[in-house]
């Protein structure tokens, strides 16, 4: 652990920037603050910080005490995060910023909306949520990203990427609406500034002249690197050497920037082109009042920026540099890796027997994450076939591609935070004779819905979308659910839907879906499958037909249930239809059944022949199991078909029960939990089904 000395020099109040000019800042910039290299396991010493139990303890601090405070809370956070995981190198690096803008803020009166969210422990930590941050992301806990009912400080929820600005210009125009004067800034990182809707937002807050303060958070990062020309054009500000400085009165002045040596790393963007003229950037084309670039690490100097920048009149945008991971030597050599972290594991006793656990897993086959099976089939099938390309909007990572772009580097196209033009991307490469695959999260292939039906699905084009993070993905809660998506895509005419059971089933229908000439989707879920190997070589599978997985029971039984299971429930449903025959042989319920499990393996088209089967069966009992929402999922698909559809249903009319999800958002917890609370686990299931039988 490192420390430089802090500077003696003190900040009274906001209203004394003007003693602090940018010259005397500059003995402020990088190296002021501690850096660490180790987790801690235990709480760490932090007196400062706990007196700090609203925005309005701030206010009395000196700069060495807010400096000394960033050091605290930086030290507290990484704590924090060793005992619950969570976001990680965001929240590092917006630890000074955070800091001065609750200092020079009357919040909750000022409002300061976050966008993602992925930065905002620290300001949960400074209004009243310190000690209840190491339950963020448990059940019942707080939650992983701002949240209206959480805190008066929480001025808008969020999760998704590059809203803002539109809800700040919301705010301000509300505000001057009805005479109140008060302050709204928007933090916005420079991957979320590529989201159009940031871009529309600003430009309706020229329209509108709204007082607006936009802080452009650059660190070169979104969750993967920062691409595309905005990314470059923010690096040649950088490059130009130069800063629009605020004077006194609020007005620009360009100025030679500091030297800093911490951000050498921008100069990878550099091109033998010439660097414009600072003054015609982007921001101000556009008709903001645009200050910077400036130290974001810099207390003094955000401080004084800060302070005057919020008073000047119209949309503002103040651009400052952060390194993510700010303070945490490994996070800040790999911000792509330290995006995130798990809680630290338990520390192994001597006598604890761990040596030998790791050896008996040792030589055991790793079961693999359906994000890495999506990896595999990717570079398996472009190798056999050079129309595949693939796009992602900035989830590279997260989506499994990493071994696929280096390999075909040509073929892959990551298109940065922009998930309406992914899906007209595709369409636009597919009328060309490729075949495009989209990789997106459930929850952000929300955001491309108008497109998919537009552009995709009206003109039939030959377009597979790989929908990852599908049903509950634990932690990150609400926001990032997947649980919409059959209901969304199901009523769109020309749409398949594929649900696999588990890994291999993922990889074959995958290769199915790809073969198929139209518009496709695999939907899989967040984290590791069952541990199924992958059969090679590819296979295609019958679209629309389902599986029969086993039969319970004798085929003369009186009461036949058939047990209807989508994608992962499956294995759920194989288990509950075992523990439910347990059970009625216990209590002697009933001795004359049958229980059938029937993996659905596609959404759109239903298997209407085994549906039909199944009734010509004298099945009495129908339950589907998915997910999902119950309301417009794939029970809804069952039920839709049976009512208006089959010519046997009313004849036999057997009863039908629903499961999945209800009408509910459900809180964030572990996905295991959250299914518990839904009634999806085999408890919950069996219960519903005795419920049923009854």
Known sequence: MQQSPHSSQTWSSPASSSTLSATDSAAHLSGLQQTYVVIPRTRPNTPLLDTIDAPTSLKTLSTEELITLADELRLFLLYSAGQSGGHFGANLGVVE????????????????????????????????????????????????????AESIYDTFGVGHSSTSISAGLGMSLALRYQGRAQTVACIIGDGAMTGGMAFEAMNDAVQQNADLLVILNDNDMSISCSIGGFSRHLAMLWESGYQVDISETGEPVLRQRPNMQAFDRRKRHKEQRDVPKLEDNLFKAIGFTYFGPFDGHNIPELLRVLSLAKQVRGPVLVHIYTTKGKGFAPAEADPVGYHAISKLPAEASPTSGSQNNKSSTKNSVPVLKYSQVFGQFLCDKAAQDDKLLAITPAMEEGSGMIDFARQFPERFFDVAIAEQHA???????????????????STFLQRGYDQLIHDIALQNLDVMFAIDRAGFVGEDGATHAGVFDFAFLRCVPNMLIAAPKDENECYQLLNTCYEYSGCTAVRYPRGTGTGASIQRPMQ????????????????????????LAFGTMVATA????????????????????????????????LDIELLENLLAQGITHIATLEEHMIMGGAGSAVNEYLLNASPTFAISRPAICNMGIPDRFVAHGSQAEQLADCGLDVAGVVSQLQQLLS
């Open 97 to 148: 910023l955070t800091i001065a803008l609750h200092y020079l803020l009357e919040t909750p009166l000022d409002q300061i909306v976050w966008d993602v969210g992925h930065q905002a422990y620290a300001h949960k930590v400074l209004t009243g949520r310190r000690d209840a941050l190491s339950s963020i992301r448990a059940k019942a806990g707080l939650t992983a990203f701002p949240e209206r």
């Open 574 to 605: 194989q288990q509950a239809a075992e523990a439910l025959v347990e059970v009625l042989t216990t209590d002697r319920i009933a001795t004359d059944y049958q229980v059938q499990v029937i993996n659905m393996r596609w959404v759109k088209p």
């Open 423 to 441: 899906v007209t991307l595709a369409g636009g490469m597919a009328t060309q004779g490729v075949k495009p695959i989209v990789a997106i999260y």
């Open 540 to 563: 295609q599978y019958k679209v629309g037909q389902a599986v029969v997985e086993s039969v319970i029971g004798a085929d003369n039984a009186s009461i036949k249930l058939a047990l």
